[in-house]
């Protein structure tokens, strides 16, 4: 963890920018696909002492060495706290950087129009993955990402996303809602999705600044973030249908 003074120095606030864009995946599968993905910026390649020699750990490190990524052997023990999953790692971890990711100053000092999509404790890896993707494709310039009580960016959200993180802005937020009522303050217009809103997805007049708010996959939005909203919309549907899965509705959304 890095060490810092009351007031911090320039040296400091640059390597913290740098490693709060650094994500660690593991799993030798998940690991060679970002490491042949020469469109992944790489930082450091870690791999456990004890494991036992295998052809995919040589290709690995013969990669690596034609890339010039530094590689870094550990005790099993050490190798686990930089994985955090020893049951899953097997013997091998990557920090990759993301490059695209922001926090919610540095956007909006960039961006003087956004469509965002804001994420409410939706947990289920494989929607992330697929939202992330959705976004990517279509009209969505970043997700606002919580880091807690949220599905974080794992291998799964990472094969979900069919490689799509890599090109995405994600915003990460401690606090979800003191973010969008940063954004709020800065002129966004916030919606939530609702099946009672008078208002169709497809008829709303938006603003240059908007951010749509998706849901648990259960439970929706929280009434304290329902709260924040400017207004609900709602996505018409047919058949007595109520509902869409968090991921679909993403979709619509980002090509609007």
């Known amino acids: 963890m890095l060490q810092h003074s009351q007031k911090d120095s320039p040296e400091y606030l640059a390597k913290k920018a740098f490693f709060d864009k650094v994500l660690t995946i593991y799993g030798r599968n998940a690991v060679m696909e970002a490491l042949v993905d020469e469109a992944v910026t790489i930082h450091k390649l870690h791999l456990s002492k004890s494991n036992k020699d295998a052809s995919v750990l040589e290709t690995m490190k013969a990669i690596a060495k034609k890339r010039d990524i530094e590689v870094a052997y550990h005790d099993k023990q050490s190798l686990s706290r930089i994985s955090k999953n020893a049951k899953q790692d097997q013997g091998v ?62 291998p799964l959200v990472i094969k979900a996303s069919a490689g799509t993180l890599f090109k995405m802005p994600l915003i990460k937020t401690s606090n979800l809602k003191n973010t969008l009522n940063s954004f709020k303050k800065d002129g966004a217009n916030i919606y939530t999705l609702s099946s009672h809103a008078s208002h169709s997805y497809k008829e709303q007049n938006y603003s240059d600044k908007t951010i749509f708010v998706l849901g648990n996959e259960s439970e929706g939005v929280s009434p304290e973030i329902e709260a924040i909203c400017n207004e609900s919309i709602a996505i018409p549907m047919q058949r007595g249908v ?10 619509l959304l980002a090509f609007l």
């Open 93 to 154: 971890a990557l920090d990759i950087v993301l490059e695209h990711f922001s926090d919610e100053e540095s956007f909006k000092n960039s961006h003087k129009t956004y469509r965002v999509i804001a994420l409410d404790a939706v947990t289920n890896p494989q929607n992330l993955g697929m939202i992330i993707r959705s976004c990517a494709a279509g009209n969505i310039d970043a997700i606002l990402l919580p880091t807690k009580g949220a599905a974080q960016i794992s």
């Open 242 to 251: 109520e509902s869409l899965n968090v991921a679909v509705t993403a979709s």
